[in-house]
């Protein structure tokens, strides 16, 4: 019960960093949120690469757990997987304004006692290739990474989607 008091504690508020479409933030600008809240915090939250995608974007994992009496890879954990669609940008903000408000909340005694006895594992872009579609053009919903298959059985690579329609005058 405690666990879910924490957790509750911790409501979502908006990110306060430079913004291309209002409300998102794009794969670069995430990445260095996330870098610049591991390195401020570095004693309790570690940054990883756990693969990359098929675009050659780092995948993170940010490690969240301050010390206590048990180490951080035996204690009971939580992970937080973000935009593993990639078109759900949203999840992505949510995650990162999950940690801007464990940073902010650290001090609080539940949130302290919270981040001795769990380690919470967060993963706020899994799926990078597709989340920056929401910043190039055309824009559409995408889902896939930048993977060069052939979707539409046309014996051509990589070019499906919009970017090969015409434009029809009229």
Known sequence: M?????LTALTLVPLAF????????????????IAELARQNSSWIQIS???N????????????????KVKPESRPAVFVGANLVGFHNAGT?????FLEKLVAKKDEAAVKTLLETRTFYVA???????HDGLFQGPKYRRSLNVGKLDR??????????PNDLKRIPG
């Open 2 to 6: 405690r666990l879910f008091g924490a």
């Open 18 to 33: 430079s913004q291309a479409v209002p409300g998102y933030v794009s794969f670069s600008d995430g990445e260095k949120r």
């Open 49 to 51: 690469a756990i693969g």
């Open 53 to 68: 995608s098929a675009g050659g974007k780092k995948l993170h994992l940010l490690t969240v757990a301050a010390p206590g």
């Open 93 to 97: 903000q949510a995650a990162v304004a």
């Open 124 to 130: 706020p872009m899994l799926n990078p290739d597709a």
């Open 152 to 161: 539409d059985l046309d014996g051509l690579v990589g070019e499906d989607g």
